[in-house]
């Protein structure tokens, strides 16, 4: 298929005129811009620079005014407009081609759709909420609108595909790098994808691909992080977080999305020259989960519990079955923390 030779805008994505009217209104914060000077200058009526400024509104936006009297920005917002991402990616591969979307069902999705249609490494898809955002293992992934990160980006790496999956713990490292240079929190990571805060999940990978038996064609990886939740659905509330319920204050979500792609831009070109090594053993150095912890394992033929003994030189978890003396690598399934088991157990020694 024929390669994209400029950005075209995607169907659905952000009208530039949109990124236009939001950044009049932040270079002239605090006074009113007359509705007739914004017509003009982005090129549209009167009465559509009012319908923008009510989508705008219900982004959490804060626009004061009316079309008689004008708009102004009451507060420069954290919304991650491509214009401004562009220019603070100067440099970055991941600065080039950014598809910003205000609602999209799931941007691995549009990932998926570009990486088919020949969209180059690099492309970024980015969306202020997700109607349909995936998670790991068929879970979905709760997107609300305007307060958490939501991106993927578009990978063409000449590696195999059992080293695909390396990617995820990869980007669980820039994650976490990115977030601590953000905030002082303690973190951790739980193989292979989440990112945690005091045993809750504060981000997490989804990687998908493409790929022939031995060579990979395109990867995806997309991140999601909770950056400025006031509260969660209840079915979510006992083991999702974010940034802002542990830091006590909204952080910026513009700041962190350009940390996070440039530690990944980093991380990524040492991935590519280096080989996986170091993934792993970084991932093992700040992973306080890959080591000693009571974990249960579900794959599609067993379940079992077990203690985890660090990670295999392909990057795979080891877990040393309950009353068996080999650890085994987990492949495929899931794993997790079995905390009841050690409650138990700790009640029981002190029982003593
Ligand atoms: C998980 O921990 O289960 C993975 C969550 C991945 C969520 C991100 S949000 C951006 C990208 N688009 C999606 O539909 N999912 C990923």
Redesign the pocket.
């Known amino acids: 298929m024929a390669k994209r030779a400029v950005q075209q805008p995607l169907p659905g994505t952000t009208d530039r005129r949109i990124a236009a009217l939001l950044n009049l209104l932040a270079e002239n914060a605090t006074i009113v811009v007359s509705g007739a000077r914004i017509a003009r200058e982005i090129g549209v009526s009167r009465s559509t620079v009012w319908r923008w400024v009510n989508r705008l509104r219900e982004l959490g936006v804060r626009v004061k005014g009316e079309q008689h009297t004008g708009y102004f920005l009451e507060k420069v917002p954290d919304i991650l407009t491509p214009d401004t991402l562009r220019q603070r990616l100067k440099g970055s591969v991941f600065g080039k081609r950014i598809h910003h979307f205000f609602k999209i069902d799931?941007?691995?999705?549009v990932a998926m759709e570009l990486g088919h249609s020949g969209e180059p490494e690099g492309t970024v898809i980015i969306a202020e909420e997700?109607t349909a955002?995936?998670?790991?293992a068929g879970?979905s992934?709760h997107?609300e609108r305007a307060t958490g990160i939501?991106?993927?980006v578009l990978l063409r790496p000449k590696i195999s595909p059992v080293q695909a999956s390396l990617l995820t713990m990869m980007a669980g490292l820039s994650a976490f790098s990115a977030i601590r240079a953000q905030s002082d929190l303690k973190l951790d990571l739980k193989w292979p994808?989440?990112i945690l805060i005091g045993g809750k999940?504060v981000g997490?990978?989804?990687t998908e691909m493409h790929a022939e038996p031995n060579q990979v064609r395109f990867v995806i990886v997309?991140?999601?992080i909770n950056v400025n939740q006031e509260k969660f659905p209840a079915d979510l509330s006992a083991i999702a977080t974010s940034l802002r319920a542990e830091t006590g204050r909204p952080q910026s979500r513009l700041e962190l999305l350009v940390r996070l792609l440039r530690q990944f831009e980093t991380d990524y070109n040492q991935f590519v020259v280096n080989g996986p090594e170091s993934v792993i053993r970084n991932f093992e150095t700040v992973s306080s989960f890959t080591r000693g912890e009571r974990v249960r394992v579900t794959n599609g033929v067993e379940a079992f519990g077990g203690i985890t003994d660090g990670l295999s030189r392909e990057g795979f978890l080891r877990v040393r079955p309950d009353g068996r003396g080999e650890s085994v690598s987990i492949i495929a399934g899931d794993v997790t923390l079995d905390r009841s088991v050690v409650v138990v157990a700790k009640k029981q020694r002190n029982d003593k």
């Open positions: 799931s941007t691995n999705r997700q955002g995936r998670g790991r879970h992934w997107s939501y991106v993927t994808n989440d999940k997490g990978i989804l997309g991140i999601g």
